[in-house]
């Protein structure tokens, strides 16, 4: 497994590893760091990646500095090391929505969790993070988003998920691959409020959107997000019983 480091907005890195075994041609494993006076890590991954994903957010800022630990959902890839990063960073907080805290960190979190209400907003001292509760989107009753206000960046989690090992930006079509993935994997949940849900995303007018399993996106965020929502509209208008 190689880790790699990009830049994908101002001070907004995404820190990958890819992983050729799962999948029909590999998935990747995304972090993302926003450096500012209060760092925020999103996405820990799993506590088998920590040694990696901590040297990669070493050459970025002092590791020990890291202030929030954040992330989508309560997932291994998503907190699997949470509790290595409280060891390794002893001023850092995990910060989650209220549901998150309430029916798992405020137990598997080694420091009590900060539970944030639905648009609350974290100054990091030169960034401005907004939490957005998601529940269900992609899935997962506590699911919730991030979106960095100074440079428009969306932290989508498993929103647009793509399998292969592909470029750390780009600025072509990734609802296409999202649907192939969502295909494969069958990972979201299909709600009368999954297309709702994320259509209101849009309102935010996001200029990157950062992926945690796939290409991070700099193109025309807000019709992607229309284009998915409306992926998921036609795929719970067929969807039948589970074989």
Not at 97 to 108: A, I, Q
Not at 173 to 197: M, N, Q, R, Y
């Amino acid at each position: 497994m190689d880790t790699a480091t990009h830049e994908i907005a101002s001070d907004i890195f995404r820190i990958s590893t890819f992983v050729p075994e799962i999948g029909p041609t590999g998935f990747t494993f995304n972090q993302f760091l926003i450096r500012a006076d209060e760092p925020l890590l999103f996405h820990t991954g799993p506590r088998a990646m920590f040694p990696a994903v901590h040297a990669a957010v070493a050459k970025l800022l002092p590791a020990e500095s890291l202030k929030w630990i954040t992330f989508g959902h309560v997932e291994s890839d998503e907190c699997g090391s949470m509790n290595q990063w409280l060891e390794a960073a002893p001023q850092a907080v995990v910060a989650h929505g209220e549901v998150g805290c309430m029916v798992s960190l405020n137990d598997l979190a080694d420091r009590p969790p900060r539970a944030l209400q639905h648009d609350e907003v974290l100054d990091l001292g030169g960034k401005r993070v907004r939490h957005l509760d998601t529940p269900h989107v992609p899935h997962c009753w506590e699911a919730r988003l991030l979106f960095e206000e100074t440079t428009r960046t969306l932290l989508c989690g498993d929103l647009f998920t793509q399998v292969g090992n592909v470029p750390a930006l780009t600025s072509n079509d990734i609802v296409e691959p999202a649907k192939e993935a969502e295909l494969l994997f069958k990972a979201s949940c299909l709600t009368p409020t999954t297309g709702s849900t994320i259509r209101s995303l849009a309102s935010l007018e996001p200029a990157v959107l950062g992926v945690m399993h796939g290409s991070s996106f700099n193109g025309d965020c807000v019709k992607a997000l229309h284009d998915l929502a409306t992926v998921y509209d036609g795929l719970l208008a067929t969807a039948g019983p589970t074989p």
